[in-house]
């Protein structure tokens, strides 16, 4: 138990397909982060909310949306994705300047 | 182009031998972090070194970091076959929040019983 609950923990879904997924932290931090992990390519940040309020968000194609609507909880809303989107998609949290507690991610594979 | 780059990609060793792990980074650092995963998890955090730090230990663990060199190494001592794993390293280039934390590719380690 990580203490980072994400949902689902593998995903298959079409290009046309609309999906979401859920981050869950249960620590009282209160920053919230996103990161991509493809094969053989470094852990790529994708967006970083701080009290709620997106504080990064690193050139991500517009078919990702996250949102954070309280600071416990964080979703990554997809559409349109393209093959290359498949990938582990990891979920932290942390309190500024302390290191990230991840969860265990969820395998996506866009078909 | 990548801030933390991991040396070597892949290590194997034998249970009892001592495990280093080597990281080099591009710019100036706030801290370095180094953290686990194992395969289809999550990363663990390992050891946070602040760059006033030069070395730090944790158990079977101790980091180095020379700032002068932007290198960092990892040694695990008395390697056992559950260390077996991922090892990334992280540099934190924010100013101390920890919101650019940018991760190298890791070197994976197996440890043979």
């Known amino acids: 138990e990580t203490g980072v609950t994400q949902t689902p923990r593998h995903l298959v879904m079409g290009m046309t397909n609309k999906k979401s997924l859920k981050c869950e932290q249960h620590?009282?931090?209160?920053?919230m982060y996103w990161y991509k992990q493809s094969a053989k390519k470094p852990l790529e940040l994708m967006f970083v909310y701080s009290l709620e309020e997106r504080v990064e968000n690193n050139s991500v194609p517009s078919r990702f949306s996250p949102e954070c609507p309280n600071s416990s909880h964080l979703f990554l809303h997809l559409h349109t994705l393209q093959p290359e989107d498949s990938a582990l998609y990891l979920c932290?949290?942390?309190?500024?300047?302390?290191?990230?507690?991840f969860g265990n991610g969820t395998r996506l594979t866009v078909t | 182009s990548q801030q933390g780059e991991e040396d070597p990609q892949a290590l194997s060793i034998q249970e009892g031998e001592n495990a280093t792990m080597n990281c080099s980074y591009k710019t100036s650092i706030n801290n370095l972090q180094w953290y686990r995963q194992n395969s289809g998890r999550g990363l663990v955090h390992l050891i946070l070194?602040?760059?006033?730090?030069r070395e730090k230990h944790s158990g079977r663990l101790r980091v180095t970091l020379d700032t002068s060199k932007k290198s960092s190494s990892l040694l695990i001592t008395a390697s056992r076959a559950a260390d077996t794993a991922s090892y990334f390293c992280?540099?934190?280039?924010?100013?101390?929040?920890?919101?650019?934390?940018?991760f190298g590719k890791g070197t994976l380690l197996t440890v043979n019983p």
């Open positions: 620590l009282g931090h209160n920053a």
């Open positions: 932290a949290s942390s309190w500024p300047g302390s290191p990230l507690h």
């Open positions: 070194i602040r760059s006033n730090e």
């Open positions: 992280a540099t934190d280039i924010s100013g101390g929040s920890n919101y650019k934390l940018t």
